[in-house]
């Protein structure tokens, strides 16, 4: 009998201490975005920019993240498999945009 409590005593404790370090060490998917053209996303402070189309156009995300902070993270290999990504500091929001004929078309913005 004390070896059952004493079992499930350190089972208990086990989960307490490492559920939450598992949970630190794994950063969210916050945001997505898809269009025929591709997608972005986020996990974390990292957006993905993907061309899922092979028509020669580029796909790119365009982010914004806090005070003046603004760029593009292009997915450089066309279609073929893989993403672009790129760090940003304090990430807030994106879109993914194709690169098209005239003016880009965009997705909406989307927070994170």
């Known amino acids: 009998m004390r070896m059952k409590r004493a079992t499930k005593r350190l089972g208990v404790i086990t989960a307490l ?3 939450p370090l598992m949970l630190a060490a794994t950063p969210a998917l916050a945001a997505s975005v898809s269009r025929s053209y591709g997608n972005a996303y986020n996990s974390g402070n990292t ?3 993907c061309d899922t189309r092979e028509d020669g156009d580029g796909v790119y995300a365009e982010y914004w993240g806090s005070g003046t902070t603004h760029g593009y993270v292009w997915d450089g290999n066309g279609s073929q498999a ?3 990504s790129g760090w940003v500091s304090s990430l ?3 879109r993914v945009c194709v690169d ?7 997705s909406d913005r989307v927070g994170v």
Do not use: L, M
Request: glycine content about 22%; overall charge negative.
């Open 17 to 19: 201490v490492v559920g």
């Open 47 to 49: 957006v993905y920019a």
């Open 82 to 84: 893989g993403c672009g």
């Open 92 to 94: 807030r929001t994106f």
């Open 100 to 106: 098209d004929f005239g003016s880009d078309t965009c």
